[in-house]
C-alpha cells in the first residue's frame, strides 16, 4: 500500500484560501477544510442537508477504509473522498489514478512514523466544533468596553479585537481579519441600538448566536476630582441615556462619544479635571480613574442584548431553545401588520421583539386613493425576532403562511420585500439565532 503525502499537500492549499467554514478549519483534520471548499467549486452544497451528506460520506469512507486493513491510506483517504464526493470515480487502493503516476510515493512502513489526521466522525460535527478559545472576535470600543465583556463571556478566552465603528467590526469579519463580531442590538432601558439593525442588512453576516450582559455603569473621574468640580460628563449616547436620571441630579452637561471606555481614556489621555466619564470599573482600572459613583444606571436591571455574528450560518436544530430573526416589508393599509404576525400567533410561537426601521432607499412611499387623491406615507422595515428554530414545522408553516400573505396582490395585502441581503432578492430574510433560555436570563445555552 503506498500514499503521497506531498500530492495531498498541494491538493489541500487552495482550500486554505477558500471559504472553509472557520467552526472547523483551524481545529479539525485537513478534511474538513476540502468539505466547505467543494460547494464554492461545484455549489453543490446550498443547504445543510447536502453539506451533512457530504460529512456522512467522508465519515462512512474513513470507516470502511480502517475496516480493510489499509493502513495506508487512514486519514488521507477521507480527503479525497470529500473533495470529490460529487463524482466520486476514485478507487480504493489505487494512488496513480488519484495523483499521477509522478507523485512521490511512500511506503507503509514509513508511514508508521508519520503523525496521521484524525477523521471527522459525524459526533464531531454535530457538537458545537469550540468554545471561542482560538477565535478572533470583533467588538466596538477600546478596552474596559461593555461589548468587550460581552465578547468574551459570549466566547471564553477568545481574542478580543477592538473596532473604532461598528462597521468597521462587521468588515473585520467579512474580510475574514476576525472569525466573529459581538455587537449590541438593544439595552432594557435605552432601546435599540438602531445603528445596527442597518447595518445587518447592508452587510453578509449571519446572525448564530446571543448573549445577555449585566450593564452597571460607574462615574469616573481623575484622581482627586470631586463630582461638585465636573462641569461635563462624556460616553456613548446609549450609556448616557442609561444614566438619564442620575445625571440630571449632577446637573452636568453630556457630550456622546464613541464608547464607554473611549470617554475614559480620553479624560486620562487628556488630563480633564473638570469631565467625568460614564464607563465601566474594568475601563476606571485600565486608565488609572477613579469611580465616583458606583451604579449610575436609572434601573439597577440594566441588561444589553448583544448579537454574534459569522460568516457562515448554523445549522437550525431542534433540540434547544432557538430564535429566528427576519425582516419584511409590508403594503400600506388596516390591518397589514397584524396579519403578518397572526401567522406566529396561530402557531402559538412566541416573538421576542419587533423593530421598525426607515426604508432607507425609498423611505416614503405614495399611495394613490381614488376618494382624496394620492398620500404619502412612511415606508418601514419590520424585524421580527420569534422563539423558534427553522428546523421546527411550526416556523417553517409560518414562514410559508408569511410569504403566501407577501405575495398576495390585493389592496390589503402585503408586499414582496426585496432587500439587497446576501446579494440576494430576498423576499424574507431569516436568520437562526441560538437562544438563551428567556426563564435563565443570563445563560447562553447554544455558543457558536
Ligand atoms: O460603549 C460601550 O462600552 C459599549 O460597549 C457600547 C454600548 C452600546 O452600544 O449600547 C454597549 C452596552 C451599553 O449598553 C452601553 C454602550
Known amino acids: 500500500m503506498t500514499l503521497c503525502p506531498g500530492s495531498t499537500v498541494r491538493a489541500l492549499e487552495p482550500c486554505l484560501t477558500g471559504f472553509a467554514s472557520i467552526e472547523i478549519s483551524t481545529s479539525a483534520p485537513y478534511t474538513s477544510r476540502i468539505l466547505f471548499q467543494q460547494p464554492r467549486r461545484h455549489g453543490a452544497f446550498g443547504d445543510g442537508c447536502r453539506w451533512r451528506e457530504c460529512c456522512a460520506l467522508v465519515g462512512s469512507m474513513s470507516r470502511s477504509s480502517s475496516s480493510k486493513g489499509s493502513g495506508g491510506y487512514l486519514g488521507y483517504r477521507p480527503v479525497l473522498a470529500a473533495q470529490d464526493a460529487s463524482s466520486t470515480q476514485i478507487e480504493e487502493g489505487n494512488p496513480e489514478q488519484i495523483w499521477g503516476t509522478n507523485a512521490p510515493v511512500v511506503s507503509t512502513t514509513e508511514l508508521v512514523s508519520l503523525t496521521l489526521p484524525k477523521p471527522l466522525s459525524i459526533t464531531d460535527l454535530a457538537l458545537p466544533p469550540r468554545h471561542g478559545s482560538d477565535l478572533r472576535v470583533a467588538y466596538q470600543g477600546v478596552p474596559g468596553a461593555y461589548s468587550e465583556a460581552a465578547a468574551a463571556k459570549a466566547y471564553p478566552r477568545c481574542e478580543a479585537v477592538p473596532c473604532e465603528q461598528f462597521e468597521a ?62 462641569l461635563r460628563v462624556v460616553s456613548h449616547p446609549q450609556a448616557l441615556a442609561q444614566c438619564e436620571q442620575g445625571l440630571t441630579k449632577l446637573g452636568v452637561a453630556r457630550e456622546a ?53 459569522a460568516r457562515e450560518p448554523i445549522i437550525p436544530r431542534t433540540d434547544r431553545p432557538f430564535k429566528t430573526s427576519i425582516v419584511f416589508t409590508l403594503e400600506e ?100 439565532c441560538g437562544a438563551f433560555d428567556v426563564k435563565i436570563r443570563s445563560k447562553v445555552l447554544f455558543v457558536h
Open 257 to 309: 462619544v464613541d464608547d464607554t471606555a473611549g470617554a475614559a481614556q480620553f479624560i486620562a489621555a487628556h488630563k480633564l479635571k473638570d469631565t467625568g466619564a460614564v464607563a465601566s470599573a474594568r475601563a476606571a482600572e485600565i486608565y488609572g480613574l477613579e469611580i465616583l459613583v458606583d451604579g449610575l444606571q436609572d434601573d439597577l436591571d440594566n441588561v444589553t442584548r448583544f448579537l454574534m455574528l
Open 333 to 432: 393599509g388596516p390591518g397589514v401588520l397584524f396579519k403578518a404576525l397572526a401567522v406566529f400567533a396561530l402557531r402559538e410561537i412566541n416573538l421576542t421583539k419587533i423593530e421598525s426601521r426607515p426604508q432607507r432607499k425609498r423611505p416614503l412611499r405614495v399611495v394613490d386613493d381614488s376618494n382624496n387623491g394620492s398620500a404619502k406615507y412612511f415606508d418601514y422595515l419590520f424585524y421580527v425576532d420569534f422563539e423558534a428554530s427553522m428546523a421546527d414545522l411550526r416556523a417553517q408553516n409560518a414562514l410559508g403562511h408569511l410569504q403566501v400573505s407577501l405575495n398576495k396582490d390585493d389592496s390589503n395585502g402585503f408586499r414582496v420585500c426585496h432587500l439587497p441581503i446576501a446579494g440576494d432578492n430576498c423576499s424574507i430574510v431569516v436568520s437562526c
Open 169 to 230: 467590526a462587521f468588515q473585520a469579519v467579512e474580510l475574514w481579519l476576525v472569525d466573529r463580531a459581538v455587537l449590541p442590538i438593544e439595552n432594557s432601558l435605552g432601546g435599540s441600538i438602531h445603528r445596527n439593525y442597518d447595518l445587518l442588512l447592508r452587510h453578509r453576516l449571519h446572525i448564530v448566536g446571543e448573549v445577555q450582559l449585566a450593564i452597571h455603569h460607574c462615574l469616573l473621574a481623575l484622581p482627586g476630582v470631586k463630582k461638585e468640580e465636573l
